[in-house]
């Protein structure tokens, strides 16, 4: 009777336990007070200028809980009537109660948001602090933001492309931190971009790849010139003169090359559809261009490479009218960027200087001028 009544206390403590274990694992944290958000400002211009400064000061007062915690907390911005699904945040220090944000902080915040550059903005902004995996919201304030368009240069990531043939383009011969990038839009490892070789002779129509504008960790050819890349690897060298559209897999040690020497063509122009007319490089604008075309206003025009469909630069998807002097983002159709085969236009007819701005595949810029 004793083993018996011994076996029962045994498994009644054991129950406790375990019911207590549970008690505890169902502790739920819940805000007591919620937190306050408020700004010195409602009305933001960002300016790459003062990109360093304060744009903007925020004061809060933090939420409190039934339980001790430790929290982190976070500002967060998102469009207006979105209700924060894509949303950017900037962080502060675990004790803070107030901190200001910079012009290039808040415009990062407002790129990464997917917000219109040099426009007012409707955005929504709120304190958001974080529990472990629970995160707890303030007020939302209401705030208009006028970003302006990031420089792609330092937004998206680049290797180097130094060489022989740089210093015939503008840059420094066989120089990393001087040299051509190919960038990577989707931040993926994956590069791309073009650069011109103007000559054969000796070293000028070779190249390599480089990474952080210097040569530790370069890539060149496993020397079977088949598109693959080994580290410090051979020179890869140009079959052609010409303009190359080059694409890099960092991580797959894979490249791949292909000419696209670009010219206008449409009836908008002197030649029509039947032919184009050819861009002339220019090494102290690093650009490409056609000094003077006519172009008349009924007609329509768009870029091809190599008197072919298969490479083109165009608008994004519809038929854009161009403003004379106004840059303006390019679309590559190799890169899958184009819905549809529009076309570019001008409103006036005259003659006009058009420069294709390549130097960055995250952001091809056209400009056309009237003369």
Request: some cysteine; glycine content about 8%.
């Amino acid at each position: 009777m004793k083993q018996i009544f011994r076996f029962l206390t045994i498994a009644l403590i054991g129950f406790l336990v375990i019911s207590c274990e549970k008690d505890e694992d169902q502790a739920v944290i819940n805000e007591t007070t919620t937190g306050k958000l408020s700004a010195d400002k409602s009305a933001v211009i960002l300016n790459e200028l003062t990109a360093n400064d304060a744009a903007i000061s925020f004061t809060w007062t933090k939420p409190t809980f039934n339980i001790a915690v430790v929290s982190t907390q976070q500002i967060e911005f998102g469009i207006k009537g979105d209700n924060f699904k894509k949303s950017a945040t900037v962080d502060f220090a675990n004790d803070a109660t107030s901190g200001a944000i910079t012009h290039a902080a808040m415009n990062a915040a407002m790129f990464s948001i997917g917000a219109t550059a040099d426009a007012v903005n409707d955005i929504e902004a709120r304190l958001k602090t974080s529990v472990g995996a629970a995160a707890f919201y303030s007020n939302v304030l209401a705030l208009k933001v006028t970003p302006y368009t990031p420089n792609p240069d330092l937004v998206y990531p680049k290797i180097n492309v130094p060489g022989g043939y740089a210093g015939a383009a503008g840059y420094a011969t066989w120089n990393p931190a001087n040299s051509p990038n190919l960038f990577s839009p989707e931040k993926n490892d994956k590069y791309r971009g073009f650069i011109l070789i103007s000559s054969l002779t000796g070293e000028n129509g070779q190249y390599k790849f480089a990474i952080n504008q210097d040569w530790p960790g370069n890539k060149g050819d496993d020397g079977t010139n088949t598109g693959k890349l080994v580290g410090d690897g051979a020179n890869i060298k140009a079959p052609a003169i010409g303009t190359y559209y080059i694409k890099v897999d960092w991580a797959a040690n894979t490249y791949s090359s292909v000419l696209a020497n670009f010219g206008v063509i449409g009836d908008a122009t002197p030649t029509g559809w039947g032919s184009d007319t050819d861009f002339v490089y220019n090494p102290a604008t690093k650009t490409y261009v056609i000094n003077s075309i006519a172009l008349n206003n009924t007609g329509v025009f768009k870029f091809r490479a190599n008197d072919d469909w298969a490479m083109k630069f165009q608008p994004k998807k519809d038929d854009q009218t161009l403003v004379s002097g106004k840059a303006v983002q390019s679309y590559f159709s190799a890169e899958n960027t184009v819905d549809g085969d529009p076309n570019y236009k001008v409103s006036e007819a005259g003659n006009y200087k058009i420069e294709l701005d390549l130097h960055n595949s995250a952001f091809y810029k056209l400009t056309v001028t009237k003369l």
